[in-house]
């Protein structure tokens, strides 16, 4: 999406954007979602959809133009996949409650699953089962990380 401010990041009542990157984007840090959307800035936020309520806020506020829920797997992976963050109940309460936001809000949402190795072709398939009508799930490639070292805007970060 060209002319997007990508986001990775919710905190307390507002988006702080945080200073993490994948894919070889850079992201800023330390400014409010309302000061980006009050400079006219499109806003694109990544989130693991696990804050439905704080995703609700930053929508009703119109503070976000696009919403991308990076779904890790079926439920029942979720301990598995997020280093045992995250109960299966958890998982499929705040992602069925993403669910509901993005039916009703159909142009802010899109949804991605990194192909880790823990997941099976039916795992995936089961998780396109899940998502809203008229959506789809966006496959990312896993590429996982050589020597424990950040692999976007190293520069930056090193700044």
Known sequence: MVGILELVGIEGDDLQPARYGSAGRCFVQGLPCGELAGQGLPVKLDTNGLAPERIERLLAANLVECFAI????PWTK???LTGGACLPERARHSLQAVFALAENHPDHFLFRLTEVPALSS?????????????????????????DGQETSC????QQ
């Open 154 to 157: 190293p520069q930056a970060m």
């Open 122 to 146: 039916g795992d995936i398939e089961e998780v396109e089962a899940c998502l809203p009508d008229g959506f789809h799930l966006t496959r990312q490639e896993y590429r996982p990380v050589s």
């Open 78 to 80: 979720y301990p598995l």
């Open 70 to 73: 990076d779904v890790k797997g």
